[in-house]
């Protein structure tokens, strides 16, 4: 069995008893998706992102799961510095040192030499390998084209010219996606299947958004899931034409800012969201390859939950 577990929006100023509960399931590596600290900054001094940074490291839930846990983090907007901001942000620069710095990139690490926090982790022996694979949908983006409303915030955009994730970003997926794995989860801060809202998500740059999906079919990527955060609450999404089988993707946020009455439902939607603290866990049985994904509360018990089968398991 290897357990997983991931989550988003994690406010430095607020109590963080939920990772606590991450510690007692016990995950094999932790994912932070992004909004880790809110630090949101007003000059290249950078001293809003610094607080949060400093405030965060003092806190004794965090510190504990940090030292005890296996982690992998990327940003988004508010620990990149500014509300949904994207390659327009104009200390992204210093805001990615800060981010290599708080995480303990090491000095050889791939992000300390080149633009962008992107990266990728492996581990397990053929047959139970997974492959961990977290995007940087800040620093590359185009900025989202606004409808001049608060609600909808933003609109769908299809002129060729504008990004997710860069060229150089976009060579280095495919070239991952190559690689062998039995189950890939792909990381974005911002929601990826998810159609209904007006908020950040891939379906406003809609070209870029069926570029991934051809990408996975392109490489023949097997075992793809989809994570994400940045909503403020819990939803699990299925869409099963775009990509030649199933794609699932798991909603995780917030870690302890949650929006206590979401009640957003989507076309690719599973079950109800989940309006309160929580954290995914992903829950893998290679003597069946099936994977279990789970929307966890601060009980630990699972509130949202899917299956998915990997190629090769018994029918």
């Not at 996606?177 to 792909?186: H, T, V």
């Not at 929601?191 to 051809?214: K, S």
Request: glycine share 8%; net charge positive; charged share 30%.
């Amino acid at each position: 069995m290897t357990r997983i577990a991931f989550g988003s929006c994690l406010d430095q100023k607020l109590p963080q008893p939920i990772l606590d509960t991450v510690r007692a399931y016990d995950p094999d590596l932790f994912l932070f998706l992004g909004d880790n600290v809110y630090g949101d900054v007003s000059s290249g001094r950078m001293t809003e992102l610094k607080r949060a940074y400093a405030a965060l490291d003092r806190n004794a839930n965090f510190r504990a799961l940090r030292d005890e846990t296996r982690f992998l983090a990327t940003w988004d907007d508010h620990d990149y510095g500014a509300n949904d901001a994207g390659a327009g942000f104009r200390w992204r620069v210093a805001s990615e040192k800060l981010f290599l710095d708080f995480w303990r990139v090491p000095a050889d690490d791939p992000r300390r030499h080149r633009k962008g926090i992107y990266t990728s982790h492996l581990q397990g022996a053929p047959g139970r390998r997974v492959q961990i694979i977290l995007l940087d949908t800040g620093f590359f983006r185009a900025d989202f084209r606004r409808t001049g409303q608060r609600r909808p915030k933003y609109k769908s955009d299809s002129d060729p010219a504008r990004t997710m994730l860069g060229d150089d970003q976009w060579a280095w997926l495919e070239a991952e996606l190559r690689k062998p794995a039995d189950l890939r989860l792909l990381v974005s801060s911002i929601q990826v299947l998810a159609d209904g809202h007006g908020w950040e998500r891939w379906g406003h740059l809609p070209r870029e958004r069926q570029r991934l999906f051809e990408t996975i079919r392109r490489t023949a990527a097997k075992g793809v899931v989809l994570l994400s955060g940045d909503r403020h609450f819990g939803a699990i999404y299925a869409n099963e034409t775009v990509v030649g089988y199933p794609l699932y993707e798991m909603t995780s946020s917030s870690l302890n800012r949650p929006w206590r009455g979401a009640d957003e439902s989507d076309p690719r939607q599973i079950g109800a969201v989940l309006g309160a603290e929580n954290f995914g866990a992903i829950d893998i049985d290679w003597s069946v390859r099936t994977v279990k994904l789970s929307l966890r509360g601060l009980d630990g018990k699972s509130a949202r939950r899917q299956v998915i089968r990997l190629p090769g398991a018994d029918r």
